[in-house]
């Protein structure tokens, strides 16, 4: 279990040197760090066309490195600064991974428990 | 396993983790459905994969093979050669599951469930047990040093700004 926990990391962690591996993402952290920006502000600026820049920007919210949101027409960037409590001993963490775990699978239990008394009814009948 | 009777959850919902050992660490909770629902679902791949993966995660199991009989043998697939597998030492319907976890370089750790009947409810004790401390040692530090490069990386994209 500690494993699947490891390899999550190891996976999280490559997705973001990946994306830091490109200049242009570099830059759009830079100027995210200094301010939040829409998609068309940062394509104007790193001379982009707003395809081209959806994409660094996809390869970055995918890193877990940007946030983005959309605020009527218009898609916010900003840089993801990890909360200091996310960062924790992996017996947290472990114990984390359980609770929400255990909190997905009291959910199909429900589902189950319902199934079971709607066919035990049907078989009463 | 020795039954500590003091870390035991009553209430469902809540879930307790201790280190047992400088090998075991034990994972206790209590469901409020009957034991054979709850073996069921820790059974039955096609119940087992909507919840195995929790969502913070972010990773998607592709593939679920189960065989779980004594002897029978899982494999957990979540894409791109990352595979978990190993093979079940025992299992007792709505009693218990013992399997083995083989994904790793060195000696796996070994997980016992048990399922036992608290008035209607479920308790659920899982044990991990590592076949040295050093084995525990070496995956509990391999995550924190990872967790200690993400620190490294946020103060960098700290420094950008």
Known sequence: MLNHMVQYVTEELDASFA??????????????????????????????????MRKHVGVLEDAGLVVTEK?????????RRRRLDEVTSWID???????????????????????????????AE | ???????????AGHTVVERRSDREIV??????????????????????????VPR???????????????????????GEGMDFFGRYLEVVPSSRIVWTNEEGV??????TVTFEERDGRTLLVLSEQYPSAEALEAEGGALDALEE???????????LG
């Not at chain 1, 952290?29 to 982009?48: K, N, P, V």
Request: charged content about 30%; aromatic content about 10%; proline content about 1%.
């Open chain 1, 19 to 52: 994306a830091l591996a490109d200049g242009t993402r570099r830059g759009v952290l830079e100027q995210l760090g200094r301010t939040d920006c829409s998609i068309t502000d940062l394509a104007e600026r790193f001379h982009m066309t707003l395809t081209g």
């Open chain 1, 71 to 79: 605020v009527g027409r218009v898609r916010y960037c900003r840089i």
């Open chain 1, 93 to 123: 963490r472990y114990h984390r991974m359980w609770d929400e775990r255990f909190d997905e699978l009291d959910q199909v239990l429900e589902t189950m428990k319902a199934k079971e008394q709607r066919d035990g009814r049907r078989r």
């Open chain 2, 1 to 11: 396993m020795d039954a500590d009777e003091q870390s035991e959850p009553t209430e």
């Open chain 2, 27 to 52: 994972v206790t909770r209590m469901f409020d459905a009957p034991v054979h629902l709850v073996f069921q679902a820790w059974s039955t791949a096609e119940l087992f994969r909507q919840w195995w």
């Open chain 2, 56 to 78: 913070s995660m972010g990773m998607t199991l592709h593939e679920c093979e189960m065989d779980v009989r004594t002897g029978g043998s899982y494999r957990l697939n979540f």
């Open chain 2, 106 to 111: 060195e000696g796996g750790s070994v997980t």
């Open chain 2, 149 to 159: 490069t993400f620190g490294q990386l946020e103060e960098l994209l700290a420094s």
